[in-house]
């Protein structure tokens, strides 16, 4: 592309071989207006799709390129709703493809296919490699399409979530976050965020300064519609970031005003980074959000805790339901004029 052999366009980097130095250089021409701004990690999804159907048998090129035109890419659309691909969701649908690719050589190296196969055999391949739920729905779907004749679906109820933590138990681990000195403070922000007030960790990363408001006498934080109140040791934690980010000297644009910016030009940090980070400490996000989820159905009124956590409000009405909900004194979540 310097040399002007080729013109500087996303079809040339696709060509490339998918590499983090390519994906920045994509992402630092979309951030100086070279490129025009697409998903990346859902443009570098179909560019693997691709490549990886292009190195399979044409006839099971063909049947794996319907599931994944039809089937898997509107899912993931549907799915992300506008919002850029995670990379912890990118990298989960990447191995996803890639094993159902090993799936299909597996049964062409056994003289078999997906016209053939039996469920016994999808099971001692599945029971080898325990990859029920990577190639479930492409077996779901073949079967649907009346590729798989062999093969019935059948439904699996999971064992269920881990027991939610009380209000003492969930006070105790706030203290052991706010204390412990070993976590970053980014994911110690995130953590806290999902303790305290049920965020979900793909909503905490892509917070913007634009989110924080730092009056003289309280600092509030719009998670959703309604502004919310932190709590001053939280306030001060914020405080302390914002000081830190403005000190820090950074070459990576950061034009969003990301709160959380990360290690690509105008992007945010990755949730699957800070969900590691946290479960590497002993720190379950999901289920600390999962908890406080709980316990804020139980008293607040669904159309509150829509605006205040950013949950749709028939999920808000169905979590008060499950959770026994009644309602009364719940707790001041929404900033009213002249409320504390």
Do not use: C
Not at 78 to 97: D, E, H, I, T
Not at 231 to 238: C, E
Not at 250 to 271: D, I, K, R, S, Y
Request: net charge positive.
């Amino acid at each position: 592309m310097v040399r002007r052999e080729a013109p500087i366009s996303h079809r040339t980097i696709d060509d490339l071989p998918p590499t983090t130095r390519v994906r920045y250089l994509r992402r630092t021409l979309i951030s100086a207006g070279v490129l025009p701004d697409i998903d990346v990690l859902l443009n570098d999804l179909e560019v693997y799709a691709a490549r990886l159907l292009a190195a399979l048998p044409a006839s099971e090129a063909a049947m794996l390129g319907r599931y994944v035109r039809w089937s898997l890419m509107p899912l993931i659309r549907r799915n992300l709703q506008g919002q850029p691909m995670s990379r912890g969701a990118f990298r989960s649908r990447r191995y996803q493809l890639r094993l159902i690719a090993e799936f299909l050589e597996w049964l062409r190296t056994n003289d078999l296919s997906m016209g053939s196969v039996d469920q016994p055999a999808i099971d001692r391949f599945v029971n080898a490699k325990q990859l029920r739920q990577q190639i479930g729905p492409f077996v779901s779907w073949a079967v649907k399409e009346r590729i798989a004749h062999n093969v019935s679906v059948t439904t699996t109820h999971s064992r269920g979530n881990k027991p939610h933590l009380s209000d003492d138990e969930l006070t105790e681990v706030i203290e052991r976050v706010f204390t412990l000195e070993s976590l970053p403070r980014s994911t110690k922000l995130i953590t806290l965020f999902a303790l305290i007030f049920a965020q979900p960790t793909g909503a905490s990363v892509a917070l913007t300064q634009e989110h924080v408001h730092d009056a003289p006498e309280r600092m509030s934080m719009t998670f959703a519609k309604t502004p919310v109140h932190l709590p001053d040791r939280l306030a001060d934690l914020v405080r302390e970031h914002l000081r830190e980010r403005e000190a820090t000297t950074t070459h990576h644009p950061n034009e969003a005003g990301w709160l959380f910016p990360g290690t690509m030009p105008n992007q945010h940090v990755t949730a699957a980074s800070i969900e590691r980070i946290a479960s590497a400490h002993g720190l379950s996000l999901r289920r600390f959000r999962s908890s406080r989820l709980q316990h804020f159905a139980q008293s607040v009124p669904a159309s509150v805790l829509a605006d205040v956590v950013g949950i749709a409000t028939d999920t808000a009405y169905r979590r008060g339901i499950d959770a026994g909900g009644v309602w009364r004194g719940y707790p001041g979540l929404r900033e009213t004029t002249g409320g504390p």
